[in-house]
């Protein structure tokens, strides 16, 4: 099991390094690109027709894979105010069932849209689909989407056994659990 965790975390880094990375840059360049479309709309008059159709796709996209990191950091997609009242509370069987539980829903539900939404990227493949602007396809927004939904099914399904390892040695006792938000 040592060696299983050990995989767990290198994965789980190097998903949050790649694309805690990735999606900050993306969102940072493209803030700043809406900016300047912002400048050169409202003071000079032009902007690029394709201009807001490529900072919609691309902040979702961005947004897509930063959901990931997220839940590398078990940030997202938690019951954070009850496991952290049930921790406080000396209910620790209790939090390492819902964490359980919840690890699995996540690694259920996004397993089943990446796997689902293979068709939607096919069918907007297959007709061409563009944005409003007719510059920018469809297809990369939805493998963009259903990439992150799938990593985000993996780093759960790994955050599942790591649960369920803890539960059945008993680690869930001693675990020190971090308080993200304000109960």
């Not at 912002?38 to 900072?55: K, M, P, S, T």
Request: net charge negative; with cysteine.
């Amino acid at each position: 099991m040592e060696g299983f965790l050990a995989f767990s975390a290198r994965v789980k880094n190097l998903i949050d390094t790649v694309l805690g990375w990735l999606a900050s840059v993306s969102l940072l360049v493209l803030t700043l690109f809406a900016l300047l479309e912002i400048v050169r709309r409202y003071i000079f008059g032009l902007a690029f027709e394709w201009g807001q159709d490529a900072i919609i796709v691309g902040m979702v996209s961005a947004v897509a894979f930063y959901f990931c990191v997220t839940q590398v950091r078990r940030n997202h997609l938690v019951m954070n105010a009850f496991v952290q009242l049930a921790h406080s509370r000396g209910y620790h069987k209790t939090v390492a069932f819902s964490q359980i539980f919840v690890s699995a829903g996540i690694a259920l539900f996004c397993g089943s849209i990446g796997i689902t939404g293979w068709s939607t990227l096919a069918y907007s493949w297959n007709r061409d689909l563009t944005t409003y602007s007719l510059l920018i396809p469809l297809w990369p927004f939805y493998l963009i989407l259903m990439i992150g939904f799938i990593l985000m099914a993996v780093v759960a399904l790994l955050q599942f056994v790591e649960d369920i390892d803890s539960f059945l040695s008993g680690k869930y006792l001693d675990a020190e659990f971090e308080a993200i938000t304000d109960v």
